[in-house]
């Protein structure tokens, strides 16, 4: 009997020490500050010109209305009907309700709908987050 309880107990501490790696690891994974996010849309066939009127005219004035601090966008020269763009937020936590925030704002809401009446304006979209090295001269 002995013997099984101290199986099952360092069964669970082991358990617990696994469980408090990943956490460990998960929480030095997060930036800690100011992140940028590097975001690529393909466009749907004939409508980067849309796509780009959308942001133009709407979207980054709403991103910053939701805390999203827009860096650059741009168009490549080799990459037909693709949209690339960077914003920036405060933190890893702040991304996630500045989004949250963004997709539940009204104007938002309408702005996509009017703008997709004839179809979605993109077939795919590709957000990678990065964190500015020491180096960097933008931080």
Do not use: C
Not at 98 to 110: G, Y
Request: charged fraction near 20%.
């Amino acid at each position: 009997m002995a013997l099984k309880t101290i199986l099952h107990l360092s069964l669970a501490v082991s358990a617990m020490i696994a469980a408090g790696s990943l956490l460990l690891t998960t929480v030095m994974a997060q930036p800690k500050g100011k992140v940028f996010e590097l975001r690529t849309y393909t466009a749907a066939e004939g409508k980067l010109d849309a796509l780009q009127a959308r942001f133009r005219d709407h979207t980054m004035r709403i991103f910053k209305k939701h805390h999203m601090t827009n860096v650059g966008y741009w168009v490549p020269v080799d990459k037909p009907n693709t949209l690339i763009y960077i914003i920036s937020h405060p933190s890893m936590e702040a991304a996630r309700e500045n989004w949250a925030a963004f997709r539940n704002d009204p104007e938002w809401q309408k702005v996509q709908k009017e703008s997709e009446a004839n179809g979605k304006l993109t077939t795919h979209i590709e957000s990678v987050y990065m964190e500015a090295t020491d180096y960097s001269p933008m931080k």
